[in-house]
């Protein structure tokens, strides 16, 4: 039973951080229809920022968090404005998506070239945990106050972007956009403007994912492959639903551990694939998204 | 040791363990085949000079430089000077195989002598035979290249992966006196190698395998691995996985407060000081060990001369890990050049080199070939490691599984 409990409680905060990345990749899709092949790579590059202002120039954490996440949203933005914005533009709307595609593989080489100039890939890293203390104890289960952390902050800013969404002006903007963006051009909605935010924000989430995950996973060059099980936990969930993202990254990481505990340590990486499988086979929507759409072509 | 009384024991030991005496005479052409003339003898030196595994093989790459520069200073092998024609193959195996064909083809070298990644030259190995170049690795494993045997590739100077998980098990039977051993390696053929030779020297003294994790390079989460382990309650735990799981598995033994020795091998922990800073916590490393194929630490003072020679040589770079590494290949290189004798073919060199039996003066155990023998070390030392000092720990452990 001890057994079952710790997996289930490392799987729980694997899941956190799954969802969050995840998090990241369907608000673009939902508002562009873009899929970010680079959206693991913007998570390396994140943490790779805040080594460079933790360990490069000395300071202390927060501005180190801060300058990742900031620098993240300005690569975001100015990833819209010079590539995407100009694929967009192009006439040949169904050559888009596949033009949309090979930009995101694009930049996620860029930026896995780029942070290998900056020295500190010949060795793996990390950054300091920022809940620290010693482990706390829920009967045999054993949990690393940083663990508790991650699910905190994931669920804090989780929160916080359904607020920003739901409430705030700016997020309905969005909203509207997503939904519908003729009408949205019809009511005055800038929609361009609104694309790029949404870019720059999904960046400096998966900013965030990477400052809560580098103590967690560690730091290498190629921590971006962590995308794949965050695509997992969102097509589990329902590509288009948010909730059931987050609920897909969640079950996902209790999953693999208990296919680790109860099949072989083996079959872990095949795990997520094969619920992938059985989910487009059974609700390809995913288990918590609408009933599927078809559009006339 | 000196320099100079280690050349003198080895050449001793190539001339006792060798069929040949040195032949006698002087160099006069023409030769049968590309890359040598009367005054040189040419040879393609490559690994990776960039990319993301460029660490692996730079500073070896140097190390194999600077001896053949000592060599030609003291006069060249049969009064030939040796000229290197140095490439990068990035440790990519579709550059490696692009860069051994520009140096057969374009820079008519008679030799090969690189690779630092085992994929990699594993990839050459079908060029290298059927253009019948000798390819002498430089510090890759290679097991892949080296089981079965073929004529004209010779490597594993640092040990291959049967080296690892075997002398792993001789160590952790030996000096642990552990009879219950679970196993964390990767689920790939690397893991596969370290296992079948741990589970050889396992069976020899007598000991038990109760658990055996095998792990993607990718996994990020070694909770369910590191809990079965746990609960097969072991009295050692080898690690053979590639650093980032090394140091995932490092983490749970912090978290799960786990007492039992953990013994890790040598591509678990590229960097010690590296290894304790992204663990966090000094008491995961209360009882642990990780091997080496090297004499001695790498400031230790069997390596002093081999680091005094590369600082020598490059007075403007600090040797990494794995600069010693480089070395053994390029003595390889040079004794049976000089054991083939004054008018050498490529043919006559690969007969010397499987007639070779060495000591290097930087690694763990001899090099040694043979007719049916092309990995050349087999042996590891093992070092206490309790997060702020290194210790040797006494004997030499060996491998004896040779595979199927």
Redesign the interface.
């Known amino acids: 039973m001890g057994l079952v409990a710790q997996a289930v409680a490392s799987g729980i905060v694997t899941g956190a951080i799954y969802a969050l990345i995840a998090l990241s990749l369907v608000i673009l899709y939902k508002s562009t229809g873009a899929v970010n092949f680079a959206g693991g790579d913007v998570v390396m590059t994140a943490c790779y920022i805040a080594l460079l202002v933790l360990v490069g120039f000395g300071l202390p954490y927060w501005l180190a968090a801060l300058a990742a996440i900031a620098g993240l949203f300005v690569i975001g933005a100015g990833f819209d404005r010079l590539v995407i914005a100009r694929i967009v533009r192009q006439r040949h709307a169904h050559n888009s998506l596949v033009a949309l595609v090979i930009a995101t593989i694009g930049l996620s080489d860029l930026l896995k070239g780029s942070v290998r100039l900056f020295g500190y890939t010949d060795n793996v890293q990390t950054l300091p945990p920022q809940f620290t203390g010693p482990p706390l104890f829920l009967g045999n289960v054993i949990l690393l106050r940083q663990d508790v952390g991650i699910v905190g902050v994931t669920c804090v800013v989780m929160l916080l972007l359904y607020a920003f969404f739901r409430f705030t002006r700016l997020g309905k903007g969005l909203r509207a956009t997503a939904d519908n963006p003729r009408a949205a051009v019809l009511i005055g909605i800038p929609v361009q403007r609104m694309r790029m935010l949404v870019w720059a924000i999904a960046c400096g989430l998966g900013a965030i994912a990477g400052l809560l995950v580098a103590p967690k996973i560690l730091m290498t060059p190629d921590m971006g492959v962590i995308v794949i099980l965050a695509f997992a936990a969102a097509v589990i969930g329902g590509f288009t639903n948010i909730p059931g993202v987050i609920v897909g990254g969640f079950m996902l990481g209790i999953i693999e551990n208990l296919v680790g505990i109860f099949i072989s340590t083996a079959a872990i990486a095949v795990a997520p694939f094969i619920v992938i499988m059985a989910v487009l086979l059974l609700r390809p929507q995913g288990l918590f998204g609408g009933n599927p759409t078809f559009r006339k072509v | 040791m000196t320099l100079r009384s280690l050349l003198a024991i080895a050449a001793l030991l190539v001339g006792i363990n060798t069929a040949n005496a040195f032949p006698v005479g002087a160099p006069e052409g023409p030769y049968k085949d590309p890359g040598i003339t009367d005054t040189e003898i040419v040879i393609g030196l490559f690994g990776p000079e960039s990319g ?1 595994l460029r ?1 692996f093989g730079f500073d070896a790459m140097g190390a194999a430089q600077m001896w053949y520069d000592m060599i030609n200073k003291t006069g060249g092998i049969w009064g030939r000077k040796i000229r290197l024609v140095i490439d990068d193959d990035r440790c990519d195996p579709t550059a490696l195989n692009a860069v051994i064909r520009k140096l057969v083809t374009v820079d008519k070298v008679f030799l090969l002598n690189g690779g630092s990644c085992t994929a990699a030259v594993v990839a050459g190995q079908e060029y290298v035979t059927r253009e019948k170049v000798p390819l002498i690795m430089l510090n890759a494993a290679g097991d892949g290249a080296l089981f079965p045997p073929t004529r004209y590739v010779f490597g594993a100077f640092g040990g291959t992966q049967l080296t690892v998980g075997g002398t792993l098990v001789d160590f952790v039977a030996k000096e642990l006196k552990a009879k219950k051993i679970a196993y964390l390696g990767s ?1 790939d053929d690397f893991g596969a190698a370290n296992l079948a030779a741990g589970k050889f020297m396992a069976k020899k003294h007598g000991v038990e395998f109760v658990a055996v ?4 390079r ?4 070694l ?3 590191m ?2 382990i746990r ?1 097969a309650n072991p009295d050692a735990v080898i690690i053979t996985t590639y ?2 799981s090394a ?2 598995a490092m983490q749970k033994v912090s ?3 786990l007492a039992m020795p953990i013994v890790a091998a040598v591509q678990a922990v ?2 010690p000081a ?2 304790v ?2 663990v ?1 916590n000094l008491a995961a490393f209360k009882n642990f060990y990780y091997g080496s194929p090297l004499n001695d630490l790498t400031d230790g003072p069997r390596q002093k001369w081999v680091i005094d020679m590369y600082k020598r040589a490059f007075p403007d770079r600090k040797p990494t890990a794995f600069m010693a590494y480089g070395l053994p290949s390029a003595q390889a290189v040079t004794y049976a050049l000089m054991l083939a004798g004054p008018n050498p073919t490529r043919e006559s060199f690969v007969d010397a080199m499987s007639h070779l039996h060495f000591v290097t003066g930087v690694m763990a155990g001899p090099i040694e070939f043979g007719p049916d023998r092309r990995d050349g070390h087999n042996a590891s030392i093992f070092i206490k490691f309790d997060g702020t000092k290194s210790t040797r720990m006494p004997g030499v452990y060996v491998n004896e599984f040779r595979g199927k």
């Open positions: 993301p660490n689920d994790e095998r792990v993607p990718n996994l990020v989460d909770t369910a691995p809990l079965r609960q650093p980032q140091t995932l978290e799960f407060q590229p960097n590296s290894l800073k992204t966090g």
